[in-house]
């Protein structure tokens, strides 16, 4: 048993009014701020550190401690923080922060909403100078009871932060933004229905640290485009710029994918004229119909077979995504997704399942995954025995309190 009713509504009551925003001054030259890594959130480590003089660490040290986290890690992010006897400000970005910033507010003082490249060097310069940080654009804190939250002003323009500075090497993202607006993803809300693209002068600068040069987006075939409509003249001049390095150029692949209704007989030439790359992944989420026009994708079956039937006509083995336990799902649409993974696999291709996780800020947030079907979670484990299917499709918790 927990203790007096007393205590619990005064413990509740903290964990409502969260974390008291805190003001320091640092001395960054003497290694104050550091930023918190683990394998999942590397490539953040290498767009962010370099924005002001910080350090990785695999602990809570004292000084500005830097988190960027998703939902299925934000328990344990949690956890830690709680454990932590260190005398530190924490500060928390990335995927679930944003979406839940009071809720991540119970642990840490500051939360960077949405992009990082702006809010994050004014929130560290202000707690470096003494400066009270509440007015910056994109930084949540709490005052007493209520959450003081100034939204994300503009955008970012990518071509003015790297991608990365060495020596943290990550992919290069080369796209923000995407218009579709899927139910069930984030990428829309944390930046936006309008794609941004960095210049190719800027990419091929950066690609000459790569041993081979990948890249995240969206959509690799949305590249120079509205998102919408491809603009294939611009995806060509920067493979071709690409290849003047002589590094083998990966397009398509992970950590980025295509749309299926993006993949053309010039697209395909155009990968595998310039890239290394044998396979292509494509988001084909679902083999219902139903489904497909409920999440809001704006494509069909028909174009992800066609994807797939293309990408084989090249020589490229598609790697198809397909999501499983989509809160709208029936056994019907289920058993169509289940149909489509054979028949991609009978084809030539490869599936990678994944289970409906409900992420906070999506449309799908408050909706659990429905229940596997026997039949189909069989079906699918037929095929990865097969060496066919590889992931997984069982539901996940998604991490947090809210």
Known sequence: MSGTREDEMAERDGMESGRTCRMRNFDPANGSVWFRWNRKNINSIASLIHLRPARPTDAPRPGIMLYSFSSLQANEVYREIEMANVDAVYIAGGPHPSARPKE???????????????????????????????????????????????????????????????????????????????????????????????????????????????????????????????????????????????????????????????????????????CANKTLSIGGQSGSPRVLREIGRGHGVEEVADACDLSLDFGLVPQVDLILGLPMEGPDDQMATLELARWIVGRGGRVR??????????????????????????????????????????????????
């Open 104 to 274: 991540a507010l119970q642990y840490f003082d500051y939360v960077v909403v949405g992009e990082g490249e702006l809010a994050l060097p004014r929130l560290l310069d202000a707690l470096i100078q003494g400066l009270d940080p509440t007015g910056i654009s994109g930084v949540a804190c709490m005052r007493g009871r209520e959450m003081v939250h100034n939204p994300p002003g503009e955008t970012v323009d990518l071509d003015l932060f790297p991608p990365f500075k060495p020596p943290y090497i990550a992919p290069i993202e080369i796209s923000r933004g995407c218009p579709w607006g899927c139910a069930y993803c984030q990428t829309p809300r944390l930046f936006g229905s309008s794609m941004r693209h960095r210049s190719i002068e800027t990419i091929a600068r950066f690609a000459r640290f790569l041993k081979d040069v990948r890249f995240t987006t969206p959509n690799a075939l949305a590249y120079g485009s509205d998102g919408r409509v491809p603009r294939l003249d611009k995806v060509e001049r920067l493979l071709r710029s690409l290849a003047d390095l002589g590094r083998p150029i990966y397009f398509g692949t992970f950590p980025s994918e295509v749309r299926p209704d993006f993949v053309s007989e010039k697209a395909l030439e155009l990968i595998t004229r310039f």
């Open 353 to 402: 399942a994944h289970s409906f996780t409900p992420l906070p800020g999506t449309p799908l947030e408050r909706f659990a995954p429905a229940l596997i079907e026997k039949e189909v979670a069989s079906g699918l484990g037929r095929l990865a025995l097969e060496g066919k299917l590889e992931g997984s499709w069982q539901p996940t918790p998604t991490g947090g309190t809210a």
